[in-house]
């Protein structure tokens, strides 16, 4: 059995979590001879995770490839599904900044694009465009080259090649939404349609292809437009509406956006004004009389001194940070504050509510390895009785529970 991967011949960095997957990933890309560096991270929920980290080590050792990993604290929090692969993230971005490597690989294959597809669908997603073989990342992009074959394919060939896998128990647990489709759902399926799994994986490849033609189509586009002035807002207004969620990938090319995102940029645009502004992270977005611009957001030194935040909130800029706040219906309960909030530099001491118990701020910055030097630069957000709030960069308070109204909460982001 042959595994064809299709990838650039440059370095690449390769996510394995000892699953069969991963392993037979990391295995066919070093036997192709590609420049390979695996990634792994240890999340410490489970007994086995010490074991299968030390499995990975080995096989990369006898292969003579670089290996990197970091154990996840989870100090006073949840580690939810989501908040495990956010982490994973930026330890992957961190990696490929300091190594200069400008692909990562991951080992996601047919079946998790079924489920991702069926998942789309009941959650009433706008765009059901299931897992994309290729996608912009951090400085470079992120690579999905099985999306072609099926789980059992993986498991066979990894057989016929002798590669040793670790099999993760939580898989076979059904409280989670993706492992209800993958053991119950899918199965019933295919007993219901033979071979809809075939055709399914091949209409979300045809929809990925087009949606790749169509952003490269709107990435000439605004390359075309776009004069000393910005982007004209009336050749954005043209386009049809997937088209317009396009412009603001190009626009952001090393941002991950969600859907909210894109749902934001659509209903900022549908407003009738000469001017605004709308934010994503450090980027900022202008409406200047016809005209759009995207840039860094202008930044004040201020972070010599501490700096008091109005009542009217709005976005703050502290030494190299841009601070947004604003009421939601989700965040910080207004309720547990106390104003006015200060911005200002971590002080000995200061310790953040978490879901359990709280946490010092500095060993929040030792976790997440800043540099002792630089520690002190991490901006705090408190309010008056000097409960820290968020440390900028890494960290939300989470308090207790409270009835939760219609912007009766404080967002902070950044």
């Known amino acids: 059995m042959r595994l064809d991967v299709n990838l650039p011949r440059e370095p690449l960095l390769v996510a394995v979590s000892g699953g069969c997957d991963s392993m037979v990933l990391a295995h066919v890309l070093h036997e192709a001879d590609y420049d390979i560096l695996i ?3 240890h999340h410490g929920l489970r007994k ?11 096989f990369a050792s006898a292969r003579q490839i670089e290996f990197r990993m970091t154990r996840l604290d989870w100090e006073g929090e949840i580690p939810s599904q989501a908040a495990c692969r956010n982490r994973r993230y930026t330890f992957f971005r961190q990696v490929m900044a300091e190594t200069g490597r400008r692909h990562l690989v991951l080992a996601h294959h047919r079946d998790d694009q079924l489920e991702t597809l069926l998942i789309q669908l009941i959650r009433g997603e706008a765009h059901i465009d299931g897992i994309p073989l290729l996608r912009m990342f951090a400085n470079g992009q992120m690579h999905r080259p099985l999306l072609a074959y099926t789980k059992q394919q993986l498991y066979d060939y990894a057989k016929e090649q002798h590669i040793q896998w670790s099999e993760d128990a939580t898989n076979a647990e059904t409280k989670y939404l993706r492992n209800q489709m993958r053991h119950q759902v899918l199965p019933l399926l295919a007993k219901l ?11 979300a490849m045809l929809r990925d292809e087009q949606k790749q033609e169509h952003l490269t189509y709107v990435a000439e586009l605004v390359k075309s437009q776009t004069t000393e002035q910005g982007l ?8 049809p ?17 969600s859907s909210n995102d894109y749902n934001r940029f659509l209903t900022w645009l549908r407003v009738d004004m000469p001017s605004g502004e709308v934010y994503y992270g450090n980027w ?10 995207c840039d860094r957001c202008p930044v004040r030194n201020f972070a010599s001194e501490p700096l008091e935040v109005g009542p009217d909130l709005g976005t703050y800029h502290y030494g190299e940070h841009m601070i947004r706040f604003s009421r939601a219906s989700a965040g910080i309960p207004v309720e547990a504050l106390r104003f006015p909030l200060t911005i200002r ?7 953040i509510q978490l879901a359990i118990g709280t946490k010092k701020v500095s060993r929040i910055l030792i976790d997440a390895k800043v540099p002792r030097a630089l520690r002190t630069e991490i901006p705090v957000v408190v309010d ?6 968020a440390v900028i960069g890494h960290r939300i308070a989470i308090f207790g529970s409270f009835e939760l109204l219609a912007e009766s909460c404080l967002m902070i982001e950044w």
């Open 345 to 351: 530099r971590p002080l000995p001491g200061d310790r």
């Open 232 to 239: 004209p807002l009336e050749v954005v207004q043209r386009l």
């Open 193 to 203: 349609r033979p071979g809809y799994e075939e055709a399914t994986a091949r209409a």
């Open 384 to 389: 008056a009785t000097g409960q820290v709030l």
């Open 48 to 58: 086995e995770s010490d074991q299968e980290a030390e499995a990975i080590r080995n």
């Open 39 to 41: 990634v792994h991270v």
């Open 284 to 293: 900022r977005i202008q409406r200047t009389y016809g005209f759009l611009t």
């Open 241 to 257: 509406s997937d088209f317009k969620r396009f412009v603001l990938r190009v626009l952001l090319p090393d941002r991950e956006l």
